[in-house]
């Protein structure tokens, strides 16, 4: 699994820039998708993907302990759905 300093790392020798440079670009960028994200709005990344945020309704559940019926609050959360060009790369297993 590649973390956030593998990914650094990798933009820094693709880009022939330093280290610390390409720390600055990714955290822009992770920082500019959770701003984008938290007004509300989706971030498209064509071919790559789309961030957006999704609302989970309101609905009923079960305490497991003790069976009792409960309700469980609606909730909203990021989620992702990959693009064609990365679903494509992945199921084929290319790099590019």
């Known amino acids: 699994m590649a973390n956030k300093k593998d990914i650094v790392t990798e933009v820094a020798k ?13 955290n822009n ?10 007004k509300g709005d989706a971030v498209k990344l064509t071919g790559f993907g789309k961030f ?3 609302k989970r309704a309101e609905r009923v559940g079960r305490n497991i302990n003790t069976g009792e019926t409960i309700k469980i609050k609606s909730t909203i959360s990021p989620f992702f759905v990959p693009g064609t060009i990365l679903n494509n790369a992945v199921k084929s297993g290319q790099k590019k």
């Open 29 to 38: 960028l992770l920082i500019e998708i959770t701003e984008t994200l938290i």
């Open 52 to 54: 957006e945020v999704r």
């Open 14 to 26: 693709k880009s022939h820039v330093t280290f610390k440079e390409a720390e600055v670009i990714v």
